[in-house]
Nanobody, 119 residues
Framework: QVMLVESGGGLVQTGGSLGLSCAAS????????MAWYRQAPGKQRELVAA???????NYADSVKGRFTISRDNAKNTVYLQMNSLKPEDTAVYYC?????????????WGQGTQVTVSS
């Protein structure tokens, strides 16, 4: 069974920084795209950033220049470094990964971690 386990997050003041990490565990054959999504209260879940196994990344316009996504393929882990945080970044952040296992290739989600930016 594959699991995505997130860590990081918490409470930070406007302008501060936080880092998130997400590690995939279980019998993983390959991990393709890894991504971070977020969902604020009353809003739909939105893509924040994504990164391929080769290191190509893309970002939501709202976080470009402030957030950096990276991954360590040897550790099956994806990271999100968030700088210059704003109150509108407050949301539950979810890790997502497209993973190949012995039963097939599927999308998996982490449990979510709260990020709160105070003004």
């Amino acid at each position: 069974q594959v699991m995505l386990v997130e860590s990081g997050g918490g409470l930070v003041q406007t302008g501060g920084s936080l880092g998130l990490s997400c590690a995939a565990s279980g019998r993983v054959f390959s991990i393709y795209v890894m991504a971070w999504y977020r969902q604020a209260p009353g809003k739909q879940r939105e893509l924040v950033a994504a990164i391929t196994s080769g290191g190509s990344s893309n970002y939501a316009d709202s976080v470009k220049g402030r957030f950096t996504i990276s991954r360590d393929n040897a550790k099956n882990t994806v990271y999100l470094q968030m700088n210059s945080l704003k109150p509108e970044d407050t949301a539950v952040y979810y890790c997502n990964a497209n993973i190949s296992t012995w039963v097939g290739q599927y999308d998996y989600w982490g449990q979510g971690t709260q990020v709160t930016v105070s003004s």
